[in-house]
């Protein structure tokens, strides 16, 4: 069963995989509604009957669950009432039952998780630094002066707090990015805003993982010394490389320490001290780009992980 919106594509080679795999799959999208029948719980066990556009399903029946992206989950339990005073109750029974279909799910053989597709950066940064990763020293300010007193004559960038915040217009979307601020411009940040040490010069890293298996390339450009964000190069090309051991053993702990099974994290490392720089992790980043190099092997580990 997997979780996606309708223009994941990279969820298309998955599938294919385990089309060629033989397993029987649904994919539900954030179109589809989901409309529970009935549920038994006893000692033995737990099952539910439920539809998905009117297609009958167990959940004894489900082997495993993917949560790779999805946003409102549209989950019909057919609660209403023409009695103002009832409906904050029906609702509370409607987010009871959603809870726990929900809950249920995650009882299967899970990749991903519903209720954490959002992993709190400042948190993960906390945790990264006390497992030993380096991260760039960061701070957390509205401060100009601040900035100066903290920097000094190193060069900083600035960085959503959050996720990264699409705006959809009917011609283009705009994106927030990683920028530079230049020492002129640091008494103009008039809201916390996250500040960090900019490691230059440096090369870009995507690793994505699933499991125990881990996929790292080195992302190079014409202008990867000129942008702060890889999303911003040119003429991209990536290089797959073999991750040193000891970053491998802290992306596992670290993996461990936030309970996710896979994602993707972005590294930088530097030219100057050859260290890798931890920046985040996204539990469902992009990893199409990074399948490709490697032949498409990360999406028969996907499928692979969900059939078997």
């Known amino acids: 069963m997997i979780f996606t919106k309708n223009s ?7 599938i294919d995989w385990l089309i060629h795999l033989n397993a029987r799959y649904i994919r539900v999208t954030e179109f589809d509604s989901i409309k529970i029948n009935e549920i038994e719980i006893n000692n033995e066990n737990i099952d539910f009957n ?4 009117s297609l009958n399903l167990k959940y004894s029946e489900i082997n495993s669950v993917w949560f790779r992206h999805i946003g409102n989950l549209k989950l019909d339990v057919e609660y209403s009432s023409p009695k103002k005073e009832l409906q904050g109750f029906l609702k509370s029974e409607f987010n009871s ?3 726990f279909f929900i809950w249920a799910l995650e009882q299967k053989k899970c990749l991903g998780s519903f209720h954490n597709q959002n992993i709190n950066k400042l948190i993960t940064l906390n945790i990264a630094a006390n497992l030993g990763m380096k991260i760039p020293p960061t701070l957390i300010t509205r401060d100009g002066k601040s900035i100066n007193k903290n920097f000094g ?6 960085k959503s707090i959050s996720e990264l915040l699409i705006n959809y217009t009917e011609k283009y979307a705009k994106v927030n990015y990683t920028v530079e601020i230049k020492k002129d411009d640091y008494h103009k940040i008039n809201a916390l805003s996250l500040i960090q040490e ?6 870009s890293v995507r690793v994505f993982y699933i499991g125990s298996k881990y996929y ?4 190079h450009s014409s202008d990867m010394f000129s942008k702060d964000d890889s999303r911003l190069f040119t003429n991209k090309r990536l290089i797959p490389i073999k991750l040193p051991d000891y970053i491998i053993e802290q992306i596992i702990s670290l993996s461990n320490a936030i309970k996710l099974k896979t994602g993707s994290i972005d590294f930088l490392y530097s030219i100057n001290d050859m260290n ?3 920046l985040e992790i996204n539990p469902v980043g992009q990893f199409g780009f990074i399948s490709y190099q490697f032949n498409g092997e990360i999406d028969y580990e996907i499928a692979k992980y969900l059939s078997s």
């Open 50 to 53: 439920f539809e998905i556009n």
């Open 8 to 14: 994941e594509n990279s969820v298309n080679h998955v």
């Open 153 to 158: 004559k190193v060069n900083v960038v600035t």
């Open 216 to 219: 790292a390339c080195e992302i």
């Open 97 to 99: 039952l959603k809870q």
């Open 276 to 278: 890798y720089y931890f």
């Open 198 to 203: 900019n490691i230059f010069p440096a090369i």
